[in-house]
Structures are given as structure tokens and as C-alpha cells.
């Protein structure tokens, strides 16, 4: 079982119906994994667990979780399994932290924990161990052996460590050697002057690195301490900037809208309680007119060629302003709040 992250086709929804198409963007997520014979399929092999991930959150969401057949979605996740107890993108791959959250956050949606650890009951353990080997001396994560480090992968640790039940707080006296400290020391490091964070300290304001730390803050504990409320407002009026007069969200000033910003963008303004500075219907509107109506997915733009990864940022962001007959989704972890509660224990 995979699923391709490659594109379809693309046509705007008319103004005059706009309304979420929910049967089009299930048969749309069932119907990738038929497109074996197309080259996007072949191109996209190393976005493959990534894929399946954005595409399950969609269909959870959307309120079909047995839309796709979860046997054949837990065999192919372990497939990707490696020795070093991470997870590739696709069988064959490298182990690296991103697709070894997704993986996990798959194997969570599927209660699929069980099957993980049927053969070796230390899959868990091992899982986490890899990801806590990944820890730099400065708090920071890499992806993988080779060492590239930046916010997201410390986002993509607690993730995994949380949902495993390997984050310090969860068990304190048998943990892998994580430093939450240190992390989040270096997430405060990587807030710039105009309240928002940056890939590593100095660089550029960006909403998907601002989404990566706060998630990372907000597991670990250190939000409200990190960010008091003069800090959420200077980094609330930062997001909310980024609200065009079409009603999309862009990353940063002056680039275009992109439907995946409406989770980006919002999920951090929920995480500070910020989420009602952001003009709903005009967003609600532009993530609907990025639909194609026929054959269902969600573009970047209206007009564009839809593809899986927007469709899921798009309904995602759509459950957070609360659209009508959407599953909630929890702002920290992208996934289905009530299986979040079930797996957490909160």
C-alpha cells in the first residue's frame, strides 16, 4: 500500500457552490495508489510515507478513516522500517527523522502499535532510541546520519518521542537521553526581532519554522514560559500578517499565497490563542476555490494542479477554524485530536 504525493488535475470551484467536496477528495486519496503507471508516481517514491501520512490525515478529518485498508497501510509502514530504528521513505530508503514521524503518526492513526512491536517488542524502544541519538550538543536535531539540522526535526522528535511515550515527562526514569533544555534553549534562540522564528538563529522569519517551534514548545512544556503574552501578540500580529486580500496565507512577506499556509499559519496562531485574527470566511473561501470540484484534491492556488500535500494542509486548516462536519485536528501534532487524547492519555 503507498500513495504518490505527485500532481492532478487542477480546476478552480465555482464561486456560486463553494462547498467542501468531501466525497471527490476521498476517491481522490483512494484512487493514488492506482497511478503506479504514471512518472509522477516514480518521481515521488522519496515522499512516499509522507504521502500516505497526508493523505490518511485528510480522509480522518474528512470523517473516513476506513477509506483506505489499514492491513495493507501498517505492512507497507513497516516495510520502511530499518535496522537503526528509523524509517525510510520508502522501502529500501534511508532512515530520517521526517518520514520516521510519519511512519509513527501513521502507526498511531491505525493503532497499528501493536503490529509494530509484534515481531520485536523493542521496536519502540529502539525507534526512540534512534531519535534521540539525533540530538546535537547544542539542543538542535539532525535529519539523519549525515547531519543537516534545523527546527523542523526538533519538532519531528518530540512528535515521535510523545507518541511513542519516550519524552522525559512521560517516563523519568527510563528514557533515552533526551536534552529538552537544551532544545528549547535553541528554540529561543531562533526567535527574530518581529516576534516569529527562523530555520536557525538569525535566519529568515517563516511561518513552517514558527509552526516547528511551536509544536516542539508546546509538547515540551515551554510555550507559555517561552512566549509570554506580549510575545504571543508581536508574533500574532506576524501571522496575521500574512493574510492577503484573496484570503490565503503566505510564508513570509512578500511571496504568494499558498493554500499549505492555511495550517502553517493557523495551527501556530491556535497554539497562542490567537486563531480569531484571521478574517475565517475570506480563508474558508480561498481554500475551497483551490478545490477541483470533479475529481477532487486541493491545489497551492486556485487554478493549479491539486496534489495530497495540499489537500491535507487545506482540510487541516479548514478543521481549525471549525468548517462544518470536519474532524478536530490538535494544532501541535496535525492529526485527529481525539485519537491524540486516546494515545497521550489526556
Not at 492513526?109 to 546535537?136: C, H, P, S, W, Y
Request: proline residues 4%; charged residues 20%.
Amino acid at each position: 500500500m503507498s500513495l504518490a504525493a505527485g500532481p492532478g488535475r487542477g480546476r478552480k470551484a465555482e464561486s456560486k457552490d463553494l462547498e467542501l467536496v468531501v466525497d471527490k477528495h476521498v476517491a481522490y486519496v483512494q484512487a493514488l495508489d492506482t497511478r503506479r503507471g504514471e512518472l509522477e508516481y516514480h518521481l515521488t517514491e522519496h515522499l512516499r510515507i509522507s504521502g500516505i501520512y497526508w493523505g490518511l490525515v485528510a480522509l480522518h478529518l474528512l470523517g473516513q478513516p476506513d477509506a483506505l485498508p489499514r492491513d495493507g497501510l501498517i505492512e507497507y509502514v513497516l516495510s520502511c522500517w530499518c535496522e537503526n530504528g528509523g524509517f525510510g521513505a520508502a522501502p529500501g530508503h534511508d532512515a530520517h527523522i521526517l518520514y520516521t514521524t510519519s511512519a509513527v503518526q501513521i502507526l498511531a492513526m491505525t493503532d497499528g502499535f501493536a503490529e509494530l512491536e509484534a515481531k520485536n517488542a523493542n521496536r519502540k524502544r529502539k525507534i526512540a532510541d534512534f531519535v534521540a541519538g539525533l540530538q546535537q550538543t547544542d539542543g538542535t536535531f539532525a535529519g539523519d546520519e549525515w547531519g543537516e539540522r534545523d527546527t523542523r526535526f526538533m519538532a519531528c522528535a518530540f512528535i515521535t518521542l510523545s507518541l511513542l511515550g519516550y519524552m522525559p515527562a512521560q517516563r523519568p526514569n527510563d528514557n533515552p537521553v533526551v536534552n529538552v533544555d537544551a532544545a528549547v534553549s535553541h528554540i529561543r534562540a531562533c526567535q527574530n526581532f518581529d516576534g516569529a522564528f527562523g530555520l536557525t538563529p538569525g535566519a529568515e522569519s517563516h511561518s513552517g519554522q514558527v509552526f516547528a517551534c511551536l509544536a516542539a514548545l508546546s509538547i515540551a512544556g515551554a510555550l507559555d514560559s517561552t512566549l509570554p503574552t506580549s510575545a504571543k501578540d508581536r508574533l500574532g500580529a506576524w501571522l496575521s500578517e500574512r493574510q492577503q486580500p484573496s484570503g490565503g496565507l503566505n510564508g513570509r512577506p512578500e511571496k504568494l499565497v499558498d493554500v499549505c499556509y492555511s495550517w502553517w499559519v493557523m495551527s501556530s496562531m491556535s497554539m497562542i490563542g490567537r486563531l480569531h485574527w484571521i478574517d475565517r470566511e475570506k480563508l474558508v473561501r480561498f481554500v475551497l476555490e483551490c478545490q477541483d470540484p470533479d475529481e477532487g484534491g486541493i491545489a497551492d492556488r486556485p487554478g493549479d494542479m491539486v496534489d495530497v500535500f495540499h489537500l491535507c494542509f487545506g482540510v487541516a486548516g479548514l478543521s481549525l477554524v471549525r468548517y462544518e462536519g470536519l474532524v478536530e485536528v490538535d494544532a501541535a501534532y496535525c492529526m485527529p485530536k481525539h485519537i491524540l487524547d486516546g494515545v497521550l492519555g489526556r
